[in-house]
């Protein structure tokens, strides 16, 4: 049991941690808001995701979207054209002192952002369906039940803890160019996850 802990905490950190999609989207929203409790529905969206995908590669659902191919590349083409729009939004996206709250996402905005980077990032799926489920294989019972609570519960502090970093990094914005800039960095960040993502998609296609 404490073995499957051990490796399932590990593990967890080892996916999570890399710049992605998501983790830019939790901190940008945690930055962003005028107040933290503002960006709790972009947490709380995807720690729930997440749950999902752990839940769903644990259980098997990653044998069957790892063997069919096209399901993978109709996954790619929804991501790519999402992200590229995504980038789009981030990049428009500006943030004035004196007007904070009609510049940034609202909740249902940051449900729908946050749903989507999280189920619809093939890159994160795969590492998520296919790291973890594979892992998960070397327990059973009640070790894999803790393997895949604790990668759980890893997922649910690491996203509050980003918007809790970035509730301080946008403290230190006084003229919003702290923001602005932000944006445009997590704007190219998306993009670079789009061209990553079409390469792939190129690579399984030819």
Request: charged share 10%; glycine share 8%; with cysteine.
């Amino acid at each position: 049991m404490t073995e499957a802990i051990l490796h399932g905490i590990i593990l967890a950190f080892g996916l999570i941690i890399p710049l992605g999609v998501q983790n830019v989207f939790v901190f940008n929203q945690g930055a962003l808001q005028p107040k933290f409790s503002r960006a709790l529905p972009v947490v709380i969206t995807a720690g729930i995701c997440d749950t999902i995908l752990i839940v769903a590669a644990v259980s098997g659902v990653s044998l069957l979207v790892l063997t069919l191919a096209w399901l993978e590349n109709i996954i790619f083409n929804v991501g790519i054209i999402f992200l590229i729009y995504m980038g789009f939004v981030l990049w428009k996206t500006t943030v004035s002192t004196t007007d904070v709250e009609g510049q940034t996402f609202s909740m249902k905005r940051q449900i729908i952002f946050a749903a989507s980077v999280s189920l619809l990032n093939p890159h994160a799926i795969l590492d998520t369906i296919g790291v973890i489920g594979t892992n998960s294989l070397s327990y059973s019972g009640d070790a894999r039940f803790a393997f895949a609570l604790t990668t759980i519960i890893v997922s649910w502090l690491w996203f509050l803890g980003l918007a809790i970093a970035g509730r301080y990094f946008g403290k230190l914005n006084q003229s919003g160019k702290l923001m602005a800039l932000l944006n445009k960095v997590s704007a190219l960040v998306v993009w670079g996850v789009a061209v990553y993502m079409a390469i792939r998609l190129i690579g399984n296609i030819s």
